[in-house]
């Protein structure tokens, strides 16, 4: 199946041209035939980064699609990157070609991907194309994999039972499993043809039981994957890489490698300078008021901690009577805080002191989107109370997040608060995309400008 679609994703990104050209009027020549080279080229190239062609039993069907999408966006970029920067000739009537050309091979391949997955659909739905499939270790884990099985029918997947060896344990297995019998029977069924995929649940301190098992398990031709129980180590971003040839697994990551991390710089970036030529007329209003109203500079500056860590100073309008450095002392802001200007209270309330933050964004100390950014003193403080406190510096800091539009705003005078705005940051990063930050700042406008704790 896998070589079946490399062969009908090179026709479509030829035929994709081919319709393209017939389109525009344009004849079919040796530039043509150098076009398709290239993009059945940088197609495969990418589809291999991003592990398109591999079963995609077990994955939703929008996953496949998303990331076919990517793979032949990233190619038809560049072939335009080639045709207009390096080679100015090689396309003819270009941006309104690689247009046509993308969509119509696009729309080829995910209909492709649409039709075969329908297929299936109903072929299962007679009672075809199913795995059987038996779990080996009676814990959460295995229930995990279980649940996963049977409210996923579109996966052809049919679950036969959990089977473990050991006695029925508290500390081991999970009570109110029920074990359909030993490894030894669950081979024996294997024997007999009636199971064909095999996923171990036995924790990792169980290294020489695993050995065992997939011991006696070479000894078929059963498939057989390995579910690790992660649960104790506090993942974040984890996943599957390579050390050279050597499998490795990510625990803590950050979301923003490569591609990934294009794509969000460039949303910060354009958006950002966006923003910033909408609001300066009014950030000179803003200025020009603080200046007045009260001593001081314009600008509060103070260190905080940013990506991985690292210090960096942040810029607001200046809303108190004092400008602390946020590293050797720091007090948040409370209600009715004397420290806070009649113009700075209003500026607070309605988000304005952080304008100037997007100039950080373009700077590249912050993003639009993120973790909100707390001083250094504040993350000394907390950092050992909270489980997992610094992971929320895997990526930049933003003006907003989704903690603050979930009403983790200001003031964080307790445990139970800081907590929350911590799991929320957390939850951001392990599920980023560039959609949620879109969701992010959608909501941060229709909701996020106020709110009870912004004093």
């Known amino acids: 199946m896998v070589d079946w679609f490399r062969v009908v994703d090179a026709l479509w990104i030829f035929v994709g041209l081919w ?54 966006l990233a190619a038809i970029a560049g072939v335009d990157l080639i045709g207009n920067v390096i080679a100015p ?5 270009a941006h309104l070609l690689i247009v046509m050309w993308a969509l119509v091979s696009l729309l080829g391949m995910l209909g492709t991907r649409v039709l075969l997955r329908t297929g299936l659909r109903l072929q299962r739905l007679r009672g075809g194309n199913f795995r059987t499939v038996a779990v080996i270790g009676a814990n959460e884990t295995g229930r995990a994999v279980a649940n996963r099985i049977e409210h996923a029918s579109w996966m052809g997947l049919r679950f036969v039972g959990f089977f473990d060896d050991r ?22 069924r294997i024997q007999a043809n009636q199971v064909d995929m095999v996923y171990i649940a036995l924790p990792l301190r169980s290294e020489l039981r695993i ?11 059963v498939s057989v994957y390995y579910v690790p129980d992660f649960s104790a180590f506090g993942l974040l971003r984890a996943g599957w890489d390579t ?49 007045l109203t009260s001593p001081g500079p314009v600008i509060f500056r103070q260190r905080r901690d940013g990506l991985d860590g690292r210090e960096f100073e942040i810029w607001k309008f200046r809303t108190m009577s004092v400008c602390e450095d946020g590293k050797s002392e720091f007090r948040q802001a409370v209600r009715h805080d004397p420290r806070v200007t009649p113009v700075g209270a209003f500026l607070r309330r309605t988000s304005l002191d952080e304008l100037p933050q997007f100039i950080n964004v373009l700077q590249g100390s912050m993003s639009i989107v993120g973790p909100r950014p707390h001083p250094v003193a504040l993350n000394s403080s907390q950092r050992h109370l909270i489980d997992g406190y610094m992971l929320r510096h895997k990526v930049r800091p933003g003006i907003t997040g989704w903690a603050q539009v979930n009403g983790f705003r200001g003031e964080t005078d307790t445990h139970d608060k800081m907590l929350g705005r911590v799991q929320l940051d957390l939850d951001y990063i392990h599920h980023w995309s560039l959609w949620l930050d879109v969701r992010i700042l959608a909501m941060t406008l229709v909701k996020g400008l106020s709110g009870p704790s912004a004093y």
């Open 19 to 72: 319709l393209a050209c017939r389109r525009m009027g344009l004849a079919w020549g040796g530039t043509q035939v150098l076009q398709v080279v290239l993009g059945i080229g940088l197609f495969a190239t990418f589809t291999g980064v991003w592990h398109l062609y591999r079963s995609w039993r077990a994955a939703p069907l929008r996953l496949e699609l998303l990331r076919t999408t990517q793979c032949w």
């Open 89 to 93: 000739t090689f396309l003819v009537g």
């Open 167 to 188: 006695a029925p344990c508290a500390l081991r297995n999970a009570a109110d499993i029920a074990i359909a019998g030993t490894c030894a029977a669950l081979l024996e």
């Open 211 to 221: 050995h065992q098992v997939v011991s006696q398990l070479r000894d078929s031709t």
């Open 243 to 291: 050390l050279g040839d050597l499998p490795v697994v990510n625990l803590v990551d950050t979301p923003h490698r490569g591609i990934d991390a294009m794509s969000k710089r460039a949303f910060d970036i354009c958006v950002g300078a966006l923003i910033l030529a909408l609001v300066a007329v009014p950030m000179l209003v803003i200025a020009a008021a603080v200046k």
